[in-house]
C-alpha cells in the first residue's frame, strides 16, 4: 500500500513549457486534491476532483488544468509555465466515507526559470 | 475572512524539553481542527483531528487542545526528540457543507530540537 504517490520528485523548466504532475493513490479514496505550497504561506488549494469525472476550481486555478483520469489517478497540467508557479505540489486524496483525513503526497518541487 | 494564524513561526529547543505550539483562528461556520507534521522535503501527515466538542486529543507524545469558546488551540509535545524536527501545521475545516476544497491552513511553526 503505497499511499499516494507522485511524479516526478523534482523538474525545472523554462518560462513558457509545459508539463504535467501525476499524482495516483491506492486507497480507493473518492476525493483528490492539488495544493501548492511556497515560502512563508501556508498551502493553497488549486483544483479538487470531489468523485470520478467531477474537477473544481480551487483557490488559485489560474494557469493550471486538471484531469481526474480515473478514481486512482488525478493529473495537474502546466501549460504555459511561469516563474510565479516555482513552487512545491502536492496532491492529496480523501475518503468521503471513513473520515475529514486527507493523506498527502511527497511533493513535487518544481522550478520555473 | 477566514484565517488561520499560528505562533511562533519558529521555535529551537534541546532534546529531551516540552514545548507548547499555539494556533488561533477566525473560521466560521468551524468544523474541525487538525495539525499535521511536516519533515523536511515530504509531505504533511495528520496527528490530530478534532471537532468542536473535543478539548483534548493525544497521539503518543502529542497532545493537542482546543477551545472553540476563544478559537484556539495548542500542541504540546512531550519529551522532545530529534525526530520532532518539523514543521507543525495548523488546519481547520470550513463546515460549508460537502467535503470539498474547505481547509484554511496556517503558514506552520518550524521546530528544531538540538542534542
Redo the contacts between chains.
Keep these: 500500500n503505497a499511499g499516494?504517490t507522485q511524479t516526478p520528485k523534482f523538474q525545472v523548466l523554462k518560462t513558457g513549457q509545459s508539463m504535467t504532475l501525476q499524482c495516483a493513490q491506492d486507497m480507493n479514496h473518492n476525493?483528490m486534491?492539488w495544493y501548492r505550497q511556497d515560502p512563508?504561506?501556508?498551502?493553497?488549494?488549486i483544483y479538487?476532483s470531489?468523485s470520478e469525472g467531477t474537477t473544481?476550481k480551487?483557490e488559485v486555478p489560474n494557469g493550471y488544468n486538471v484531469s481526474r483520469l480515473n478514481k486512482r489517478e488525478f493529473s495537474l497540467r502546466l501549460e504555459s509555465a511561469a516563474p510565479s508557479q516555482t513552487s512545491v505540489y502536492?496532491c492529496?486524496s480523501?475518503s468521503?466515507v471513513l473520515?475529514?483525513?486527507?493523506?498527502?503526497?511527497?511533493?513535487t518541487r518544481l522550478t520555473v526559470t | 475572512k477566514n484565517q488561520v494564524e499560528q505562533s511562533p513561526q519558529s521555535l529551537i529547543i534541546l532534546e529531551g524539553k516540552n514545548c507548547t505550539l499555539q494556533c488561533n483562528y477566525t473560521v466560521s461556520p468551524f468544523s474541525n481542527l487538525r495539525w499535521y507534521k511536516q519533515d523536511t522535503g515530504r509531505g504533511p501527515v495528520s496527528l490530530t483531528i478534532m471537532t468542536f466538542s473535543e478539548n483534548t486529543k493525544s497521539n503518543g507524545r502529542y497532545t493537542a487542545t482546543l477551545d472553540a469558546d476563544t478559537k484556539q488551540s495548542s500542541l504540546h509535545i512531550t519529551a522532545s526528540q530529534l525526530s520532532d524536527s518539523a514543521s507543525y501545521i495548523c488546519v481547520v475545516r470550513v463546515n460549508y457543507g460537502g467535503s470539498q476544497g474547505n481547509l484554511i491552513f496556517g503558514k506552520g511553526t518550524k521546530l528544531s530540537v538540538k542534542p
Excluded at chain 1, 40 to 45: E, H, K, N
Excluded at chain 1, 99 to 107: A, D, H, N, R, T
Design positions: 499516494v476525493s486534491y512563508g504561506m501556508g498551502l493553497r488549494l479538487y470531489a473544481d480551487g502536492f492529496a480523501r468521503s473520515s475529514y483525513e486527507q493523506y498527502f503526497g511527497p511533493g
